[in-house]
């Protein structure tokens, strides 16, 4: 079992940045896969940015140039790296992993874009 602890929303203004960290905690050796995914207000939820154990990203074409994964193998930590942010992409972001078994969602945290 995994456990996902997301952190860092927060209201910012539009052109803003925000950091946000998802640690993970458990059986952490198993992951081999993991991710940040966001879902606004009466929309599905939507796949922002992932990356793998060997260092793979990709990210979604509206974030593209704007938005960064990164991780920390020794703290077990991922990170989704927010910037020229714009109002739709406020929503409430999901941090993801997989150990290739089982998928693991943390419980959101709230990025809200406004002026």
């Known amino acids: 079992q995994v456990q996902l602890v997301e952190s860092g929303g927060g209201l910012v203004q539009p052109g803003g940045s925000l950091r946000l960290s998802c640690a993970a905690s458990?059986?952490?050796?198993?992951?081999?896969?993991m991710g940040w995914f966001r879902q606004a207000p009466g929309k599905q939820r939507e796949v922002v940015a992932t990356i793998t154990t060997g260092g793979t990203t990709n990210y979604a074409d509206s974030v593209k140039g704007r938005f960064t994964i990164s991780r920390d193998s020794a703290k077990n930590t991922v990170y989704l790296q927010t910037n020229t942010l714009k109002f739709e992409d406020t929503a409430v972001y999901f941090c993801?992993?997989?150990?290739?078994?089982?998928?693991?969602w943390g419980q959101g945290t709230q990025v809200t874009v406004s002026s």
């Open positions: 458990g059986s952490v050796h198993a992951i081999n896969f």
């Open positions: 993801y992993a997989n150990d290739g078994l089982l998928e693991y």
